[in-house]
């Protein structure tokens, strides 16, 4: 059965983000209305807060797009803020949407869920099934707690809770703070950089030898809007290109453009 968007009040968490962001442009298309609030009026990791803004706002349905998110470097050195943090904004804003009733809710995750030596493509039933990446664990726990919070309140309350894991994004708003950006924007940098100051060289971190999937947060958000139309089912859902690529050959790339 097809949810219709239309006329409804839908929160967007997260809007400032590049996932958010991108979700809260692409429902321009849908005739709803957008809810947004920033951190600075309301603290997602506040149970009560949060339950008490939603109580007023009424959303409807809800895309849960925000989170603390980093690359390498940041999840290495805080570990408990990723963890700590993005159990806190989930547990808020699930307790929230069962409370005030929301229709449909979103949650996105990240492709980290999975084991490290997990098959490649990744395949939705390999979650679980291994060691996850020592680097980026305690985020990947809160993501995977997520899922399962998705699946358990639709199995103890009804609750129409979907949840989607997007591959490596990039777009607009991405972050490029070389401590706790992403593979892709942290590259764009190092060679924009070199390139202004006409450094002969830029320093990457391990071989270039491991493989990523990369998509664009405007397909990812329509991804996400379809899957909010379309998708009733209790297991999450994969987005990406399907198309990997190495670090190295990345470099490469972004180096010739």
Not at 83 to 97: C, K, P, S
Not at 133 to 158: F, H, M, S
Not at 186 to 193: N, Q, S, V, Y
Request: hydrophobic share 40%; net charge negative.
């Amino acid at each position: 059965m097809t949810y219709d968007l239309a006329g409804k009040r839908v929160w967007v968490a997260g809007h400032r983000g590049m996932v958010g962001g991108a979700i809260a442009r692409r429902l321009a298309d849908e005739q709803c209305e957008v809810l947004t609030v920033g951190r600075e009026t309301l603290d997602l990791t506040d149970q009560r807060a949060v339950l008490d803004w939603m109580r007023k706002e009424r959303p409807q349905a809800v895309f849960l797009a925000a989170a603390r998110v980093g690359g390498i470097l940041a999840n290495s050195t805080y570990p408990v803020d990723f963890l700590r943090d993005n159990l806190l904004i989930e547990t808020a804003i699930f307790t929230g949407a069962h409370d005030v009733g929301v229709e449909k809710l979103l949650f996105l995750g990240s492709s980290c869920i999975y084991p490290k030596l997990a098959p490649q493509p990744l395949k939705e039933d390999y979650l679980l099934s291994g060691y996850l990446e020592d680097t980026n664990e305690p985020y990947a726990v809160a993501k995977i707690a997520g899922i399962k919070l998705c699946e358990n309140y639709r199995r103890q309350y009804g609750c129409n809770f979907i949840s989607v894991m997007p591959t490596n994004l990039y777009g607009p708003n991405d972050n490029y703070d070389l401590q706790k950006s992403h593979v892709l924007p942290a590259l764009i940098r190092k060679f924009h950089e070199a390139k202004l100051n006409r450094q002969p060289s830029v320093e990457m971190w391990g071989t270039g030898s491991p493989l990523r999937e990369f998509l664009h947060a405007d397909d990812m958000a329509d991804a996400c809007v379809f899957l909010m139309q379309h998708y009733d089912g209790q297991g999450h859902v994969n987005i990406g290109t399907g198309i990997d690529l190495s670090i190295k050959d990345l470099a490469l790339l972004i180096k010739k453009i």
